[in-house]
């Protein structure tokens, strides 16, 4: 049983003169000790796929429909006092801006060791020495003397590791790692990236990694999901993704990247810019930027089909649609 199973995902956001498609059927999995990237533009979809995950959707928003198993239990069927003992405990999310996740009166200890204490009942010494072991596992070096500071005497790196040792705390199988190095310098994503690896090898945790960064999917991720205006438009290993995409838009992601070594056949952005989630164009979602685009995409939506192992894509390209116009 894969650690967690997504199905027919849909949250959706209610104004006063039109709902907001945000999630609209997504189904994935996750297996324990596996990096997923789910990727996509500003307006794809995937931050508030990971705050359903985690049922942290603020109003006017609402998961719809769909099912989100983890560890066999439905979590849409949770209490929310069960939900809570859940959440920090089986399940941790980090997010982009690691300084504002943190309180700057408190000392980092104080806040890692408040991410032990809420969840179970801990001698004061207990808590410190976890504490201590906690920050030397993400490479904070110093620990004993360093949990005594505050987060502004910490770099934009060091405070995303700490932000990593508060997610770890518990030894969830799930962390949620929400653009986790956006905010970083290069050098510093690499060691944060480096040691999200190493933290999965050695705890076997799940990471289900957010990005818009196709190096970063490149450098982290064994299993990637593209996402394009609230709904899954390819999936397929990390290597199948790059050595054979087959989606336009996840090709015109990758064509955005240059590259010295191959001839790419179409290096250029992606033409135009994702429309609002309540304006989803009719037939495939991508019909309006597509440089591909048939007749037939204008009025059928694409069912997400397999075209090999593993690898998924929502396309008429790659289905046999009689009225198509090739
Ligand atoms: Fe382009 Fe049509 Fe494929 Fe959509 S279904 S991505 S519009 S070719």
Redesign the pocket.
């Known amino acids: 049983m894969p650690l967690l199973e997504v199905e027919g995902l849909k949250t959706h956001f209610f104004g006063k003169r039109s709902v907001t498609k945000a999630v609209d059927g997504v189904s994935f999995t996750l297996d324990h000790g596996e990096i997923l990237g789910i990727v996509g533009e500003s307006g794809s979809g995937k931050s508030v796929t990971s705050l359903s995950l985690m049922r942290l959707v603020d109003h006017p928003g609402r998961v719809v429909a769909g099912s989100i198993r983890f560890e066999g239990r439905d979590l849409l069927t949770l209490s929310r006092e069960e939900m809570r003992k859940l959440r920090g405990r089986r399940m941790s999310m980090i997010f982009q801006e690691p300084g504002t996740s943190m309180n700057p009166v408190l000392t980092v200890g104080f806040q890692i060791g408040e991410a032990i204490r809420s969840h179970e009942r801990v001698e004061p010494a207990e808590v410190r020495r976890r504490t201590m072991e906690l920050m030397e596992m993400v490479g904070i070096p110093d620990a004993k003397q360093r949990l005594n500071q505050y987060p502004h005497q910490f770099s934009g790196g060091m405070l995303q590791r700490l932000m990593i040792a508060m997610g770890l705390a518990l030894s969830p199988s799930l962390l949620i790692a929400d653009e986790p190095v956006t905010a970083l310098d290069v050098t510093i994503q690499a060691q944060i990236l480096d040691l999200l690896k190493d933290l999965r090898d050695t705890t076997n945790a799940a990471v289900l990694l957010i990005t818009h960064d196709m190096g970063v999917v490149a450098e982290t991720c064994d299993r990637v999901v593209v996402m394009y205006l609230g709904a899954i438009v390819e999936e397929a290993p990390v290597e199948t993704l790059f050595d054979d995409p087959k ?3 996840t090709q015109g992601l990758l064509g955005s990247i240059p590259s010295i070594e191959e001839k790419v056949e179409w290096l250029q952005a992606i033409p135009g810019t994702i429309p609002n989630a309540n304006e989803i164009p009719t037939g ?1 979602r ?2 309006n930027r ?1 440089p ?3 007749d037939v ?1 204008h009025t059928v939506d ?1 069912a997400l089909e397999f075209v090999g192992e593993g690898h998924r894509v929502a ?3 790659y289905t046999e649609t009689e009225d198509r116009d090739v």
């Open positions: 989606h336009p838009y495939c991508f019909s597509c591909k685009v048939m995409c694409p396309c008429h390209l």
